[in-house]
């Protein structure tokens, strides 16, 4: 099987991992904390700050890949406390159209560099 990284323009890597990797009709986009590009640093703001800004990261690797949010079919949301999960629905639902992609939300110690919320998605071209 023959597979594809994909990174964006600007994209701040914290390890040795691609943002995205296409395999075959599949993407896999690596989880996103709510880092701004331009200062390397977590945003700043409440949970739903910090949400929108994994979506502003998801959608450039969404970008660079040829694809859109429609195109996700599975995410997963990790949350450093699951009492944001009402918070964070809000904003998802900004995101996504019916039908929406399957989803597990997780509860965590903790998220590379202070994160509050880190999200991952599965992409089929």
Do not use: W
Not at 1 to 18: D, F, N, R
Not at 70 to 97: G, H, P, R, W
């Amino acid at each position: 099987m023959s597979k594809k990284a994909i990174i964006p323009e600007g994209a701040v890597i914290v390890g040795p991992y691609s943002p995205a990797v296409e395999a075959g009709e599949l993407i896999f986009v690596s989880g996103q904390v709510p880092v701004d590009g331009a200062t390397g640093k977590i945003v700043d703001g409440d949970i739903q700050d910090q949400v929108k800004q994994c979506f502003v990261n998801l959608k450039k690797v969404l970008e660079a890949a040829g694809v859109t949010f429609d195109n996700i079919v599975k995410s997963t949301v990790y949350l450093t406390d699951i009492a944001d999960f009402k918070a964070v629905n809000e904003v998802y639902a900004q995101y996504f159209n019916s039908p929406y992609p399957s989803r597990t939300a997780i509860a965590v110690a903790a998220l590379p560099l202070g994160a509050n919320v880190e999200i991952e998605v599965i992409v089929k071209k």
